[in-house]
């Protein structure tokens, strides 16, 4: 007999680490493919809209999966862990282009060039 999720750790406890995993995903997937993700702002925008979208559908996927056998699981992995992916996601992306467009960490340190005085 499988244990139900509340028998052995709180739904609170789980989703807490749910979410702190879904950060981390995240932040793995920004720092191993930094090519990735949208150019400009617009398109960035649209996508955390897109992604806070999802997570104000994600209760009525919930009520449908935990309906299925096992279905609490289906609906923290199956739902809730990739909604929550997708927002960090969209967030991180955001701030790249974000910290990018100010002169930022822009890939190998941009910003303002200060000249140095030549020494004899």
């Given at each position: 007999m499988?244990?139900?999720?509340?028998?052995?750790?709180?739904?609170?406890?789980?989703?807490?680490?749910?979410?702190?995993?879904?950060?981390?995903?995240?932040?793995w997937?920004?720092?191993?493919?930094?090519?990735?993700?949208?150019?400009?702002?617009?398109?960035?925008?649209?996508?955390?809209?897109?992604?806070?979208?999802?997570?104000?559908f994600?209760?009525?996927?919930?009520?449908?999966?935990?309906?299925?056998?096992?279905?609490?699981?289906?609906?923290?992995?199956?739902?809730?862990?990739?909604?929550?992916?997708?927002?960090?996601?969209?967030?991180?992306?955001?701030?790249?282009?974000?910290?990018?467009?100010?002169?930022?960490?822009?890939?190998?340190?941009?910003?303002?060039?200060?000249?140095?005085?030549?020494?004899?």
């Open positions: 499988i244990p139900k999720i509340g028998d052995v750790i709180s739904v609170p406890a789980f989703l807490s680490g749910e979410l702190v995993a879904a950060a981390v995903l995240a932040l997937v920004i720092s191993r493919w930094p090519k990735l993700g949208p150019r400009s702002l617009r398109s960035a925008v649209a996508g955390l809209a897109v992604g806070f979208a999802i997570l104000q994600l209760p009525f996927g919930v009520d449908l999966t935990i309906r299925l056998p096992h279905g609490a699981y289906a609906a923290l992995f199956g739902c809730a862990l990739p909604s929550f992916f997708g927002v960090f996601l969209a967030a991180g992306w955001m701030m790249r282009l974000l910290a990018g467009a100010f002169g930022g960490s822009g890939g190998g340190g941009g910003g303002h060039r200060v000249p140095v005085p030549v020494r004899s």
